[in-house]
């Protein structure tokens, strides 16, 4: 199934896409359907529809309870960021204050000069889990959508710790759809990613390199605080983000960002001045 969370004039609806269309599913978003144990059945279900072309696409999960982001997590882009590759995965918060709809405009913030794109596979959890084993794990994964984990850089890096260039407000895209695994080849996919910025790829991997996947991701962080329904975990860019360029590269307003991944569909964002 492909599940979404668009916006009405209502307010927003959880649907399913249909061939040409989106079912409502009866429930507000896909955090409060992720809610329901038997919210797999409950996705099936019958419902008013929406042209799928007009859609207007919010953050998948508008409200998560948490954001947990990987860093380091592709060997090439390890190696482009001059590091060693990890023993553990590096972990960083984001809040649902930073998330966007697949297609709506990033705002550059006046304060920086290095925004700059980063395309995650995200995971979407659909089970409370907390100390996860291999299977319950594998269990809590609803599905998989696209993120754009959007960095100012020259905020990142201004300490050690890289929280304040990653939590920018309204900069972050994720969706449009959640993907279930049966649809990409179960919960360790191999899925082409990629970013394109004016027509020109500036980021190309494959999911399946991932030096930790998302079984292992769910059963790290389950390990260190519980994990619930509608949280998302980012995993990680590869390389070819702009801040690792000779010379760096950075998104300026005007420029059209596309991050895309096989199978889940793609953020299409522009970005515009403040």
């Known amino acids: ?39 797999r059945e ?21 409200h998560p309870s948490k954001v947990v982001c990987v860093g380091h997590n592709y060997t090439d882009h390890i190696k482009e960021m001059g590091r060693e590759l990890p023993r553990y995965p590096t972990l960083f918060p984001k809040f649902a204050e930073t998330l966007l709809g697949a297609g709506d405009d990033i705002v550059k913030p006046a304060e920086t000069d ?29 599905g998989f959508t696209v993120m754009n984990d959007i960095s100012a850089r020259d905020w990142q890096f201004r300490t050690i710790e890289w929280t304040q260039g990653k939590i920018w407000e309204a900069t972050t895209p994720v969706g449009p759809y959640v993907v279930t695994p049966d649809e990409v080849g179960g919960v360790r996919p ?43 975990i980012a995993t990680g860019t590869p390389a070819g983000v702009g801040n690792a360029r000779d010379p760096k590269v950075f998104l300026r307003p005007g420029d059209t960002v596309v991050t895309e991944i096989s199978g889940l569909g793609a953020c299409v964002n522009k970005v515009v001045e403040a």
């Open 114 to 142: 290095a925004l700059d794109w980063e395309v995650e596979l995200a995971v979407v959890i659909g089970k409370r889990v907390r100390r996860a084993d291999e299977q319950q794990a594998a269990d809590a994964i609803a």
């Open 42 to 62: 409950r996705a099936t279900a019958p419902g008013a529809t929406y042209p799928a072309a007009d859609a207007d696409f919010a953050p998948v999960v508008p």
């Open 1 to 39: 199934m492909k599940l979404a969370t668009i916006r009405t004039a209502d307010g927003t609806r959880a649907v399913r896409l249909d061939g040409e269309v989106l079912v409502d599913l009866g429930y507000a978003d896909l955090g409060e359907l992720f809610a329901e144990a038997d919210w």
């Open 190 to 232: 191999a899925l082409q990613v990629r970013t394109v910025v004016d027509g020109e790829v500036r980021q190309r991997d494959d999911t399946g390199t991932l030096l930790f996947d998302p079984v292992f991701l769910v059963r790290y962080i389950s390990t260190v605080i519980t994990l619930r329904p509608g949280d998302i």
